[in-house]
T-cell receptor, first 115, second 114 residues
Framework: EAGVAQSPRYKIIEKRQSVAFWCNPI?????LYWYQQILGQGPKLLIQ????????DSQLPKDRFSAERLKGVDSTLKIQPAKLEDSAVYLC?????????????FGPGTRLTVT | AQSVSQHNHHVILSEAASLELGCNYS??????LFWYVQYPGQHLQLLLK??????LVKGIKGFEAEFIKSKFSFNLRKPSVQWSDTAEYFC????????????FGQGTELSVKP
């Protein structure tokens, strides 16, 4: 079974530039999560999708971050414009359904450096 | 607001030593509890989980954790660590009325000396 795929693996941009990350979940997984992991901290949920609908985006900085999951499969997370404090690893995870009884499978992450 | 606290940022042990990593959470309602592990260069993966029932849960690779409700704790243990256990360990909680949202602790880096 293929795992969660993410690209790019690394990205370096200057502040005020834009960046986009892509995630392809495990086939058949209805729920998709984006987490932000700042160095020295645990992952923090940014947004959760159930199919192509948003379940929770309460911690997404909506003035600069946006995410979509067209057709309920792949997802993209965008930052525009980036700030220095956005430097982090962005993790995508997927699960069969909503709720913690469904194990979340994590991708390798995209490491973003904002200079 | 929910929060998770892990007591140690970095633990260094020799092989065959016993391990206990502390985890405390702050939430008044019913929770599900998890330990995740990230080996060097690999993805985060589930080590073990507690939903209900026996508060002593066993996971992969000889790890176990005990849920003590009165102490809001979910400590991870292993009787004898191996060099291959070198990794970062994350405790996480999920409130049962909040879908799949996980709240993670800051992580504990474990280094096992051969």
């Amino acid at each position: 079974e293929a795992g969660v795929a993410q690209s790019p693996r690394y990205k370096i941009i200057e502040k005020r530039q834009s960046v986009a990350f892509w995630c392809n979940p495990i086939s058949g997984h209805a729920t998709l999560y984006w987490y932000q992991q700042i160095l020295g901290q645990g992952p923090k949920l940014l947004i959760q999708f159930q199919n192509n609908g948003v379940v929770d985006d309460s911690q997404l900085p909506k003035d600069r971050f946006s995410a979509e999951r067209l057709k309920g499969v792949d997802s993209t997370l965008k930052i525009q414009p980036a700030k220095l404090e956005d430097s982090a690893v962005y993790l995508c995870a997927s699960s069969l359904g909503v709720g913690s009884s469904y194990e979340q499978y994590f991708g390798p992450g995209t490491r973003l450096t904002v200079t | 607001a929910q929060s998770v606290s892990q007591h140690n940022h970095h633990v260094i042990l020799s092989e065959a030593a016993s391990l206990e990593l502390g985890c405390n959470y702050s939430y008044g309602g019913t929770v599900n509890l998890f330990w995740y592990v990230q080996y060097p260069g690999q993805h985060l993966q589930l080590l073990l989980k507690y939903f209900s029932g026996d508060p002593l849960v066993k996971g992969i690779k000889g790890f176990e954790a005990e849920f003590i409700k009165s102490k809001f704790s979910f400590n991870l243990r292993k009787p004898s660590v191996q060099w291959s256990d070198t990794a970062e360990y994350f405790c996480a909680v999920n409130a049962k009325n909040q879908g799949g949202k996980l709240i993670f602790g800051q992580g504990t880096e474990l280094s096992v000396k051969p």
